[in-house]
């Protein structure tokens, strides 16, 4: 079963415009992380936030996490038409060492329009 | 420096079949694991290998099976096929820290009439 919700499942934006996705989850997590998927592709993955961060930076993307509601935030700034794909979120239980599972949303589809 | 390769990249099975897909992972990562992509859905933890043992398995019935071999590639077994199973099959493989980040091969789709 997946943990995650995504919201908006569809995003559509002009090309230059900022790009905003949220997550919630359930469970007590080790981190989470933002994947990106091309059609049909494998997934790429983008920014893992641990735990004991609140903000993130990595290029055009920043991401938030507020555990105490549950939540998560994907901002893509400055989008671009290469950025249309669908973006998961995924959370990260770290066991032990080598152990590790995620669980994911469903997803957000973005489309960038030029 | 090769990223994760799985093969076959797609094929067709028939219902009461059985099929193995396989992954190599990155080389020097020691954990493979593998997820389900049913359309439009995010995708489902199957199996975690790390050192050729089974470290978590997802909500899956036994007709699905994995093992990993001593170069720690892996291969991802289902039997007795079922038009659900129709699905894209993703490897991703991961180094030995607590870091959490998967690096994904670009899946085998399999569908099943």
């Known amino acids: 079963s997946q943990q995650g919700e995504e919201d908006p499942q569809a995003l559509s934006i002009q090309e230059g415009e900022n790009a905003t996705m949220n997550c919630s989850y359930k469970?007590?997590?080790?981190?989470l992380q933002w994947y990106r998927q091309n059609s049909g592709r494998g997934l790429v993955h983008l920014i893992l936030?641990?735990?004991?961060?609140r903000e993130k930076h990595s290029g055009r993307l920043r991401v938030t996490l507020d555990t105490s509601k549950k939540s998560s935030s994907l901002l893509i700034t400055a989008s671009r038409a290469a950025d249309t794909a669908s973006y998961f979120c995924a959370t990260g239980v770290v066991a032990s060492e080598g152990a590790q599972k995620l669980v994911f949303g469903q997803g957000t589809r973005l489309t960038i329009n030029p | 420096d090769a990223g994760v390769t799985q093969s076959p990249t797609h094929l067709i099975k028939t219902r009461g079949q059985h099929v193995t897909l396989r992954c190599s992972p990155i080389s020097g990562h020691k954990s493979v694991s593998w997820y389900q992509q049913v359309l439009g859905q995010g995708p489902q933890f199957i199996f975690q290998?790390?050192?050729?043992?089974?470290?978590g398995r997802g909500n899956f019935p036994d007709r699905f099976s994995a093992r990993q071999f001593p170069n720690y590639s892996s291969e991802l077994n289902v039997n007795a096929l079922l038009l659900g199973d129709s699905a894209l099959y993703l490897c991703a493989s991961s180094g030995t820290g607590k870091t959490g980040e998967l690096f994904f091969g670009e899946g085998s789709r399999l569908t099943v009439l």
């Open positions: 936030i641990r735990s004991n961060e």
């Open positions: 469970t007590s997590i080790n981190n």
């Open positions: 290998y790390y050192e050729k043992e089974e470290r």
